[in-house]
């Protein structure tokens, strides 16, 4: 099993910029990839960005560009920063992490960006 637990996120202004943080605990030598996922109101979760044990990232095509995912060399952490934010980056962002066998998800944390 392992747990998810996030936070950093908050009311930001557009143009600013914010830093998520996903703290895993239990088995978390078996994690092979943690992200983050962001669900605005009335839509579909949605991928931000992921990142491998191996280190390879992935971006969604929206934040391209203005975030960076990382991870402590411990492998239990990960952290989002977004820059430039925008209104339409509003909405929960939740930590996932996937194991060979199960996709586990946090809370939340919600993320106001006002114009």
């Known amino acids: 099993q392992v747990q998810l637990v996030e936070s950093g996120g908050g009311l930001v202004q557009a143009g600013g910029s914010l830093r998520l943080s996903c703290v895993a605990s239990?088995?978390?030598?078996?994690?092979?990839?943690m992200g983050w996922y962001r669900q605005a109101p009335g839509k579909e979760r949605e991928l931000v960005a992921t990142n491998t044990t191996g280190g390879s990232t992935r971006y969604s095509d929206a934040v391209k560009g203005r975030s960076s995912i990382s991870r402590n060399s411990a492998g239990n952490t990960a952290y989002l920063q977004l820059s430039s934010l925008k209104p339409e980056d509003t909405g929960v962002y939740y930590c996932h992490a996937r194991t060979r066998l199960r996709n586990y998800w946090g809370q939340g944390t919600q993320v106001t960006v006002s114009s």
């Open positions: 239990g088995a978390t030598e078996r994690i092979i990839t």
